[in-house]
C-alpha cells in the first residue's frame, strides 16, 4: 500500500525564491495536516484540511505561507517569498477519523518530509 | 505556546534497562495521547496511545501512563533495545483530530 507521498525531498533554494511542497494522502483518508519541524519548536502543526476544507490555519506563521487541496489526492503547501528562517523539515500526514464506541481520532501517518534550506 | 512539553531533548540508556520518556500538556481537554517514533529521514510513526479515560495502556514492551490529574504522561520501555534509538514525539488531541506534538525526546540506547 503507498503511504503519503511527499516531494521535494530535498529542497534547496534562495532567499525570496517562491517554493512549494507537495503531498498526495493516503487513498480514503479524510484528514490531511502538514507540520513543520524545527530543533527548536519540534513538530507544529500549520494547518490541517478535512475533506479538502481547511479547518485550522492558525499555525500558519506569516501571510507568505499558504495551504491549498484542490482535491483528495492532492495538497501544496506554498512559500513566497521564502525567508531563511523557513528552512526546516515539512511532514504531510493523513488520517482518517475512526470511532470505536468512544470516539477518538485516528492515528497520523507521516510522509518522509520535504526538507527545506533557504540560504 | 506550547500545550505539550518535553523537556528533555535527550535520554542515553543501556540495553536492557528500562527508557523513560515524559511529557506534560497544559490543556485540559485533551483526551487523547499519543507516542510516535521517528528515525532520521524518516516520518514519524504511530508507537501506543492512551484514552483519558485509562491511566495504562500497554503494548509488548512498551507502556503508557497518564497522569489526568498532573497532567502528565509517560512512556516505559522495557527491556530497551538499540533499535529502539529514535526521537520519540508526544502528542495530544482534543477530541478532534487537531493533534498537537512535544519537542521531541532523543532516546540513545546503548549496547
Known amino acids: 500500500d503507498a503511504g503519503v507521498i511527499q516531494s521535494p525531498r530535498h529542497e534547496v533554494t534562495e532567499m525570496g525564491q517562491e517554493v512549494t511542497l507537495r503531498c498526495k494522502p493516503i487513498?480514503?483518508?479524510?484528514?490531511l495536516f502538514w507540520y513543520r519541524q524545527t530543533m527548536m519548536r519540534g513538530l507544529e502543526l500549520l494547518i490541517y484540511?478535512?475533506?479538502?476544507?481547511?479547518?485550522?490555519d492558525s499555525g500558519m506563521p506569516e501571510d507568505r505561507f499558504s495551504a491549498k487541496m484542490p482535491n483528495a489526492s492532492f495538497s501544496t503547501l506554498k512559500i513566497q517569498p521564502s525567508e531563511p528562517r523557513d528552512s526546516a523539515v515539512y511532514f504531510c500526514?493523513?488520517?482518517?477519523?475512526?470511532?470505536?464506541?468512544?470516539?477518538?481520532?485516528?492515528?497520523?501517518?507521516f510522509g518522509e518530509g520535504s526538507r527545506l534550506t533557504v540560504l | 505556546d506550547q500545550q505539550v512539553k518535553q523537556n528533555s531533548p535527550s535520554l542515553s540508556v543501556q540495553e536492557g534497562r528500562i527508557s523513560i520518556l515524559n511529557c506534560d500538556y497544559t490543556?485540559?481537554?485533551?483526551?487523547?495521547f499519543l507516542w510516535y517514533k521517528k528515525y532520521p529521514a524518516e516520518g514519524p510513526t504511530f508507537l501506543i496511545s492512551?484514552?483519558?479515560?485509562?491511566d495504562k495502556n500497554e503494548d509488548g514492551r512498551f507502556t503508557v501512563f497518564l497522569n489526568k490529574s498532573a497532567k502528565h504522561l509517560s512512556l516505559h520501555i522495557v527491556p530497551s533495545q538499540p533499535g529502539d534509538s529514535a526521537v520519540y514525539f508526544c502528542?495530544?488531541?482534543?477530541?478532534?483530530?487537531?493533534?498537537?506534538f512535544g519537542a521531541g525526546t532523543r532516546l540513545t540506547v546503548k549496547p
Open positions: 500526514a493523513s488520517s482518517l477519523l475512526r470511532t470505536s464506541g468512544r470516539w477518538r481520532p485516528g492515528e497520523l501517518f
Open positions: 487513498s480514503g483518508h479524510d484528514y
Open positions: 484540511f478535512n475533506n479538502n476544507v481547511p479547518i485550522d
Open positions: 490543556n485540559s481537554m485533551f483526551d487523547y
Open positions: 492512551i484514552s483519558s479515560i485509562k
Open positions: 502528542a495530544a488531541s482534543a477530541g478532534n483530530n487537531d493533534m498537537r
